[in-house]
């Protein structure tokens, strides 16, 4: 499953160029509510969902009334609403990824690590008007999918994700919910395309774009283009670790004509991670940051999240799991586009939240996110910062 950090920091070197502005912190940082476990605990795979009234949809890993996980509304004031605990067998446990609001129906929709009949993961849909639960989908492990370690994304009349195992040769899958209620498994990860996708998916003109953690020529991970809708796949890029960069764990961005992602390993000098760039027809590769640790500046390190376009400024934010003050619980950083300049705009001590993996949420310039642990009570916050 994911891999997850949580012992001593790690100092990274200084490279031989300067850390552009890194570590500059700035803007205003509230906790918005810490999780009680009772209300779930430990949304690692999860970042926020708009809900209406200004609130938020957050699935946690951890926590409910059967400590399985649990789908929670956080509404406006801080107060929190749990929509659904997860029991775990046939009802699913483990929820990973951000829940999603298909447009189609207005329904919430998401995934399940675990559980379902073969304790493989499901698909699951939320009904907000009558608090209806439905287990859409029970992956039956390989040959089917197996493990869905992140949320669904819409690609026109389906929503879509991976699954970190299964598959025919157990190399990780596509699966699909449809508008009529139809749910299963699709293409499947080879090996040589990838291995063990942790991450959603990103269309971009009728072609899936995802990347897996390991596989591809050198085994440290792929970018993968499935065209159209088949499986017929093409490997943007074989991760080479070092200075290129090891295991994307976060899903991919499309800005500006290019696809943008970090790499949880690799980077010259540090083996903390990388943000890339790469173009959709596999040219251009370019690392555009290497994390530095909580030395250099209290760079971030262990990058797990994807990036997110804060409209407003133009500049993609981030989450890294460690680095930043000393306390090393990980970092919300901002990073240029087309000059790779990076800064650290929030490092987090503990009391405010602690190892961020979920994706950011942008609303007019705010981000919104949570943490897997740290807060209150240790079991997570989610976290309102003004750059």
């Known amino acids: 499953?994911?891999?997850?950090?949580?012992?001593?920091?790690?100092?990274?070197p200084a490279l031989t160029f300067a850390l552009t502005a890194g570590g500059a912190q700035g803007g205003v940082f509230k906790v918005v509510h810490s999780f009680t476990g009772a209300d779930g605990a430990n949304p690692d795979g999860s970042g926020v969902a708009p809900a209406p009234h200004g609130g938020f949809y957050v699935a946690t890993n951890l926590g409910g009334s059967s400590g399985r996980g649990a789908l929670t509304?956080?509404?406006k004031d801080g107060t929190s609403q749990v929509l659904h605990s997860f029991t775990g067998g046939s009802d699913g446990e483990q929820p990973s990824g951000t829940p999603f609001q298909?447009?189609?129906?207005?329904?919430?929709?998401?995934?399940?690590?675990?559980?379902?009949a073969s304790n493989c993961g499901t698909i699951w849909k939320y009904v907000p008007g009558s608090g209806a639960y439905q287990q859409l989908y029970a992956a039956g492990c390989a040959p089917e999918g197996a493990y869905p370690e992140d949320g669904l994304a819409d690609v026109g009349g389906a929503l879509e994700g991976t699954t970190f195992g299964g598959g025919a040769?157990?190399?990780?899958?596509?699966?699909?919910?449809?508008?009529?209620?139809?749910a299963?498994?699709?293409?499947?990860?080879?090996?040589?395309?990838?291995?063990?996708?942790?991450?959603?998916?990103?269309?971009?003109?009728?072609?899936?774009?995802?990347?897996?953690?390991?596989?591809?020529?050198?085994?440290?991970?792929?970018?993968?283009?499935?065209?159209g809708f088949t499986c017929?796949?093409?490997?943007?890029?074989?991760?080479?670790?070092?200075?290129?960069?090891?295991?994307?764990?976060?899903?991919?961005?499309?800005?500006?004509?290019?696809?943008?992602?970090?790499?949880?390993?690799?980077?010259?000098?540090?083996?903390?991670?990388?943000?890339?760039r790469i173009n959709l027809d596999g040219s251009g590769y370019t690392v555009l940051h290497v994390f530095?640790?909580?030395?250099?500046?209290?760079?971030?390190?262990?990058?797990?999240?994807?990036?997110?376009?804060?409209?407003?400024?133009g500049l993609l934010y981030g989450t890294t799991t460690k680095g930043g003050n000393a306390s090393d619980n990980?970092?919300?950083y901002k990073i240029d586009p087309n000059t790779g300049a990076e800064q650290v705009v929030h490092s987090f001590s503990g009391s405010d939240g602690a190892q961020p993996y979920g994706n950011l949420y942008i609303k007019k310039g705010k981000i919104y996110g949570t943490t897997g642990g740290g807060g209150a009570n240790n079991f997570g916050v989610v976290f309102k910062l003004k750059p």
């Not at 499953?1 to 990274?12: D, E, I, N, S, V």
């Not at 293409?187 to 003109?205: E, K, L, R």
């Not at 009728?206 to 050198?218: C, H, K, L, P, R």
């Not at 070092?242 to 992602?261: H, I, K, Q, R, V």
């Open 73 to 75: 509304l956080i509404k």
């Open 184 to 227: 299963g498994t699709g293409c499947h990860f080879s090996g040589s395309d990838g291995h063990a996708p942790a991450a959603g998916i990103t269309q971009v003109n009728g072609n899936t774009y995802a990347v897996a953690q390991a596989g591809g020529i050198n085994g440290n991970g792929t970018i993968t283009e499935f065209h």
């Open 330 to 332: 990980g970092t919300v």
């Open 169 to 182: 040769l157990n190399d990780g899958a596509l699966i699909f919910v449809r508008s009529d209620g139809s």
């Open 292 to 313: 530095q640790g909580i030395c250099c500046g209290s760079d971030g390190s262990f990058p797990h999240s994807g990036l997110t376009l804060n409209p407003k400024d």
């Open 1 to 12: 499953m994911k891999t997850r950090f949580f012992g001593p920091a790690l100092l990274g």
């Open 102 to 116: 298909w447009s189609v129906d207005g329904n919430i929709y998401g995934t399940t690590e675990q559980g379902g």
């Open 232 to 276: 017929n796949t093409s490997v943007l890029h074989s991760f080479a670790g070092g200075n290129d960069g090891e295991s994307p764990m976060g899903s991919l961005l499309f800005d500006n004509n290019a696809l943008y992602g970090t790499t949880v390993f690799g980077g010259a000098g540090t083996n903390l991670g990388t943000v890339f």
